[in-house]
């Protein structure tokens, strides 16, 4: 490899968080059992959070942020991984923790890489990223209200921040499950491309901002919920019998005003998703499924590639909810 590389660190100095692409060195890095030659890199709104103030989640600075990446490898110390393997990486606290995919090399863990599954490509990989796992994780969360009621079918099921990077993802998802999908967004401009992704209608979020009922009318069979607060406490209320809510964001607040009635009179699970610990098993389980569950012919038509450089100017449109579909980092642009 060459000595020097290009990455995005943070720092924080008293009061003054700085990010810059800085030109840094193998022994930056630190330890690791693989050294990935990174291709692709995404951002996601815990990455918009990290490159705005740290988001309190980098505790230690000097950090190269960035919670995904795919590469390839270039040295390892694993049986399990070869010279030249594509390899991906989501979450596992990389870019929070340890230093992350902003950066044209990383060094981590065995334990946090998955092979990339044939059929994909490395950007592609990226195009999902923790968007992408999370939202398989969230619709196979609602498939398994199947499996609990013994083949009762799920059909009808809702996505809350349908634009953005997880919700896009969950639509399609859902549409290729074979559920009808019906889609909450803010940008009601863009309700053909939510239709092209699969969703079957689409509801204005303005009518999930108030107060929400007691019980409102039983709709959802299944929810994945990106956005928290109001929009989650409606999509709870408006859950039929036995339906499973998969709340996975916070993109709108933390806050959840519910009362009991839809878990004791509906039996309603609230089924909380984290795309951080998850074993081994489960997570080279839901890479499998994408060449069943993804188009990329279609999602590629909600993707934007961009540089390093680029990304700094367009993250802090993520945090005020300005963006839509995917960002993908190409760190060797
Ligand atoms: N639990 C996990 O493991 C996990 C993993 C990944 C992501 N997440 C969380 O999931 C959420 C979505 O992540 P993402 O990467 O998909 O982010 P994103 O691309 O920015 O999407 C968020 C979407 O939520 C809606 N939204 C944004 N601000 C809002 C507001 N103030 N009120 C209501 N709706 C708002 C927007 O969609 P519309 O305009 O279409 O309404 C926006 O596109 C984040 O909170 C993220 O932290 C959690």
Do not use: W
């Given at each position: 490899m060459s000595d020097n590389f290009k990455a995005i660190v943070i720092n924080q100095e008293g009061e003054n968080f700085s990010r810059e692409i800085k030109e840094i060195n193998k022994a930056f890095l630190g330890e690791g059992d693989v050294l990935v030659k990174i291709d692709f890199s995404d951002l996601?709104?815990?990455?918009?959070?990290?490159?705005?103030?740290?988001?309190?989640?980098?505790?230690?600075?000097?950090?190269?942020?960035?919670?995904?990446?795919?590469?390839?490898?270039?040295?390892?110390?694993?049986?399990?991984?070869?010279?030249?393997?594509?390899?991906?990486?989501?979450?596992?606290?990389?870019?929070?923790?340890?230093?992350?995919?902003?950066?044209?090399?990383?060094?981590?863990?065995?334990?946090?890489?998955?092979?990339?599954?044939?059929?994909?490509?490395?950007?592609?990989?990226?195009?999902?990223?923790?968007?992408?796992?999370?939202?398989?994780?969230?619709?196979?969360?609602?498939?398994?209200?199947?499996?609990?009621?013994?083949?009762?079918?799920?059909?009808?099921?809702?996505?809350?921040?349908?634009?953005?990077?997880?919700?896009?993802?969950?639509?399609?998802?859902?549409?290729?499950?074979?559920?009808?999908?019906?889609?909450?967004?803010?940008?009601?401009?863009?309700?053909?491309?939510?239709?092209?992704?699969?969703?079957?209608?689409?509801?204005d979020r303005k009518e999930f901002e108030g107060e929400p009922k007691l019980l409102g009318k039983s709709i959802w069979d299944g929810v994945v919920d990106t956005v928290g607060g109001n929009i989650l406490a409606h999509a709870i209320s408006q859950t039929k019998h036995s339906g499973i809510v998969a709340a996975c964001g916070n993109a709108g607040g933390i806050k959840l005003n519910t009362n009991i009635m839809p878990f004791i009179l509906r039996g309603v699970k609230l089924w909380g998703i984290d795309s951080i610990a998850v074993g081994m098993k489960r997570r080279e389980f839901v890479w499998s499924q994408v060449n069943n569950l993804i188009d990329f012919n279609i999602l590629n038509e909600t993707v934007k590639v961009v540089s390093m450089n680029e990304l700094l100017e367009l993250f802090p449109k993520m945090l005020k909810g300005q963006l839509s579909g995917r960002i993908v980092v190409d760190v060797n642009k």
């Open positions: 996601n709104f815990k990455d918009a959070l990290i490159l705005n103030n740290g988001g309190k989640l980098v505790r230690e600075f000097p950090r190269i942020p960035g919670i995904d990446f795919s590469g390839k490898v270039v040295e390892s110390n694993s049986d399990k991984f070869n010279k030249d393997d594509d390899v991906i990486l989501t979450g596992c606290r990389v870019g929070e923790v340890y230093h992350g995919g902003y950066s044209q090399y990383a060094k981590v863990k065995k334990e946090f890489l998955v092979k990339t599954p044939k059929g994909i490509s490395n950007k592609e990989a990226m195009i999902l990223g923790t968007a992408g796992f999370t939202s398989m994780l969230c619709a196979f969360a609602i498939k398994a209200r199947e499996e609990i009621l013994l083949g009762d079918k799920v059909n009808d099921v809702l996505v809350t921040g349908a634009t953005g990077g997880v919700g896009s993802i969950a639509v399609m998802v859902l549409s290729k499950l074979g559920y009808n999908v019906t889609a909450v967004t803010g940008k009601v401009d863009q309700a053909d491309t939510l239709k092209k992704l699969g969703a079957s209608s689409i509801i």
